[in-house]
């Protein structure tokens, strides 16, 4: 498949795009898509790893119009009609979600979404009930990492690191290695160990002042406060739960996932004075999220859970696949991926090769 993508990408999906082939050939059942922001302007893009998830208010722009002339997005409210079987939906119906709840999806992204009058399923964690905004905690791992000195030397609560000559690809694969470790914790302890890492790693205190007092940076990095939750609100957007602190579930214990989970539900609905239906397992891939997580899920009240790739779990409404868009993914792309070709071709393909998914 990664052989033939160029092609797809270049001639195939424009082509099909173009002759109405991808919107006549939709999947039956609704489409959910989901974004994570906006880049904002005056933001410059450091790599893929860190910011491939954001695109630019172009695109998205261009995407949601060509949803709305040839697809039917649809209200959160009748997703969720339709997952509790009380509404046949719409032909070739789309939802529109966003995950992580940073300053961007106010600031650049809801202005977009308010001109063309589409509805939206906004995911948040509890960070976002706080009265100041903060990043998230992954992120900011990423930024530490990319800023370390040569040869430091870590003291971690799971072993001794050495952290040596780190390309980008390298980077990225200790990151993830120090999330999966770091997800096992509860939030509190988690901030701990972090906070012992930036110092063994040497960054200042100060070193957030650097993005929060640079507009383009704080728009990227930072998370909604409890005022901007509120904007989107009472701009008529519906609120999900993205847990309180967007662990990877699936590395911690099941009690601590449990309350993750419970909690972000909770919190939401006291605050925000309304009931929190949908739940986005945080990163919502195969490493990330089982069926266990499906399950906590139901058990803490929610009535669907979404994913954050194009294969589904379960055959219920609590491990929901979504179409991810992200920066490198063109308008013809986009709509191979929502009417569903991309995936029933890929399935194909991987039968016919025996190629690993």
Known sequence: MRIISPLLKHVVYPGLSKSGYLRRSASDGPTVVTYHGILPRGYEARDVALDGHLITAEAFTRQIRLLKGR????????????????????????????????????????????????PFLFFITGESLSENPSMLWYEKLYLWLTRAADGISLKLAWGNDVIRGLSRVRTAVRWREYMRKLSAFDADSRKLILEDMRTQLGIPEEWESEYSRREAERRR???????????????????????????????????????????????????????????????????????????????????????????SLTDDCFALPRVHVSAGMGLAEFEAHVSGFYRVTRAKYIMATGASA
């Open 71 to 118: 697809y039917n997005v649809i209200a959160p409210v009748q997703f969720l009609a339709w997952c509790e079987k009380k509404l046949e939906l719409p032909p070739r119906a789309v939802l529109l979600t966003c995950d992580d709840g940073l300053i961007n999806t106010v600031a650049d992204m809801l202005p977009i979404i308010r001109e063309l009058d589409v």
């Open 221 to 311: 990095f930072f998370m909604l406060d409890r005022n901007g939750v509120r904007n989107l609100v009472d701009a008529g957007m519906t609120i999900g739960a993205h847990t309180l602190s967007h662990p990877m579930l699936s590395e911690m214990s099941e009690e601590l996932a449990f309350e993750e989970i419970r909690q972000s539900r909770m919190k939401l609905q006291a605050a925000l004075g309304a009931e929190i239906w949908a739940l986005a397992f945080p990163f919502g891939d195969s490493d990330s999220v089982n069926p266990r997580e499906s399950l906590l899920a139901k058990s803490a009240g929610f009535k669907c859970a979404f994913l954050n790739t194009e294969n």
